[in-house]
């Protein structure tokens, strides 16, 4: 239940309380590796009332929430085990998704009644609750768990890559066949072109912009994931990708034009060859 707005000092943002009447809250994000179409979910038969629409804001029975994000993060606020697994049955309904990642499930805990709000080693604190703290924070745990599976698809694209590295760094050749080759360059140009779509999630919200409480908020929990720092990480293995894979091409191709070259070899000593046993053949 969302009581009268309240406007933020020096800022153009109005604050929307929402009431509880409990004093911790916990998260839990969960994160499909496709998009959620937020208008297909929005008219799905779930016990929750609407309270924003981009990200989806949903609120429930029990003072529950959920926020759905576009780029496939879903938070929980304090929902229950059926709750949880009726939203995530749904989605995977419309979207035809598989189950969420285990590997990049995330958890957070809000304090609400603090003296201050300021974002600690294990919690949030709080002083009260407000429909854009739930988007601020959700925001941001939704964007590290994508964060966290981009850092793993990487880290399988690197994988792959380490046996033709190996290669050539033991032999100086190109050892697998170029088949494998190709597909490899192929999973990695996917895995980068994934990544840099999802880089644009991690510009400000609109309402940090707009109040300088959210922003310092927003910045404080970015200091808590490590957002920039892990940004600044996976950005530059992104970079590695990219040049390795310019240079398997040219590899590649290099390794083409010297088969050609071969090839034209072989057949102008085959002429020759041809052309000496004619010359001196029976007939001569």
């Known amino acids: 239940m969302a009581d009268v707005p309240q406007r933020d000092e020096g800022a153009q943002t109005a604050f929307t309380p929402v009431s509880t009447d409990l004093d911790k809250l916990e998260l839990r994000a969960d994160y499909f590796a496709s998009p959620i179409d937020l208008d297909l979910i929005q008219f799905r038969e ?20 959920v926020v759905v994000h576009r780029f496939g993060a879903v938070v929980f606020w304090r929902c229950d085990v059926a709750v949880y697994a009726k939203v995530l049955e749904q989605i995977q ?25 300021r974002v ?21 745990l939704g964007q590290s768990v994508a964060l966290r599976q981009c850092e ?21 050749e190109l050892k697998p066949p170029e088949k494998d080759i190709l597909k490899t360059v192929g999973f990695t140009l ?3 072109e994934a990544i840099l779509a999802k880089l644009s999630l991690f510009d400000d919200p609109a309402e940090a912009w707009q109040s300088e409480r ?3 908020l927003r910045n404080l929990l970015y200091d808590h994931f490590d957002v920039k720092k892990r940004l ?49 053949g029976p007939y001569h």
């Open 46 to 65: 779930l016990p929750f009332k609407i309270l924003g629409t981009d990200p989806l804001i949903l609120s429930g029975p029990q003072n529950a929430h």
């Open 232 to 280: 600044h990480g996976l950005q530059e293995k992104v970079t590695f990708l990219s040049d390795l894979n310019l240079m398997l091409m040219t590899l590649l191709q290099t390794r083409s034009g010297h088969r050609l070259e071969l090839i034209v070899i072989a057949l102008i000593v085959m002429e020759v060859i041809l052309s000496v046993v004619h010359f001196f």
């Open 190 to 192: 996917g895995v980068r």
């Open 120 to 140: 600690n080693f294990r919690d949030v604190w709080l002083q009260n609750l407000t429909l854009e703290h739930i988007k601020i924070i959700s925001e941001a």
């Open 93 to 117: 309904q419309v979207m035809g998704a598989g189950r969420p990642s285990d590997e990049v499930r995330d958890t957070l805990l809000v304090r609400l009644g603090q003296p201050e709000e």
């Open 214 to 216: 959210l922003s310092r």
């Open 152 to 172: 793993l698809s990487v880290s399988w694209a690197l994988k792959n890559m380490s046996p033709i590295v190996q290669a050539l760094e033991a032999r100086g």
